[in-house]
């Protein structure tokens, strides 16, 4: 399973210099994990930059994947996860 924090998929949509390194993960809509907070957070900065209709499209696009709400259970799991990883990405 691979999750991309906001960041990665503002890269992926802008189609950034390393946009192809997050599409990996992303296009793999089976593999792919979406928080709660990363529709929030996307739907919020497409909302302000372009329109209510692109926000809708690209929240479409990203309920494609499991969507899970982060709780405080999930939080402190996938801190100590990131940790015992020291942080790096892993693209399966």
Known sequence: MNLVDSSGWLEYLAE???AKLFA???ERTDELIVSTINLYEIYKKILS???EHSAIQVFGLM????VVEVNSTI???AAKFSFEQKYQWLIV
């Open 16 to 18: 950034g210099k390393n």
């Open 24 to 26: 990996q993960a992303i």
């Open 49 to 51: 930059e372009k329109d």
């Open 63 to 66: 309920q494609q994947a499991k």
């Open 75 to 77: 939080a402190i799991q």
